[in-house]
């Protein structure tokens, strides 16, 4: 081989890893990025539990099956003692409602969900 055509081989083989190290070091960062991404989403949105006697009304509509009306009705209606109590009392949250909700709720404020030991 002439020892051009080696130069310019060996050019190319420099050139190639470098565009492989380029290439990993994108992957990894793209994958740390991501990581960190999902971390984030979990840590903002884990369930924080909600006192109903004492949240406002944004969040006792982020509960599931509460929107405006019925976070207006808790507002209006509470204090509740527990949530059977809450079910009872407010028009528009039955048995089905209430078990997507327990395990949101904390009337108490011990950190605890209340239906759930």
Same mark, same amino acid.
């Given at each position: ?7 310019? +081989? ?14 990993? +070091? ?7 990025? !991501? &990581? ?13 539990? &909600? ?22 009705? &808790? +507002? ?9 109590? !809450? ?31």
């Amino acid at each position: 081989m002439s020892e051009a055509f080696q130069k310019v +081989l060996e050019a190319r083989q420099q050139r190639t890893a470098a565009e492989a190290r380029t290439k990993r +070091l994108f992957y990894i960062l793209g994958a740390a990025a !991501l &990581i960190f991404a999902v971390v984030f989403i979990v840590w903002r949105s884990g369930n924080k539990l &909600i006192n109903p006697n004492s949240a406002t009304r944004e969040q006792l509509m982020s509960l599931p099956e509460v929107g405006p009306e019925i976070a207006d009705r &808790i +507002l209006k209606l509470r204090p509740f003692t527990d949530a059977n109590d !809450l079910e009872k009392r407010v028009p528009g949250i039955g048995p089905k409602s209430l078990e997507k909700m327990k395990p949101l709720l904390d009337f108490n404020n011990d950190g605890q969900a209340d239906c759930c030991p």
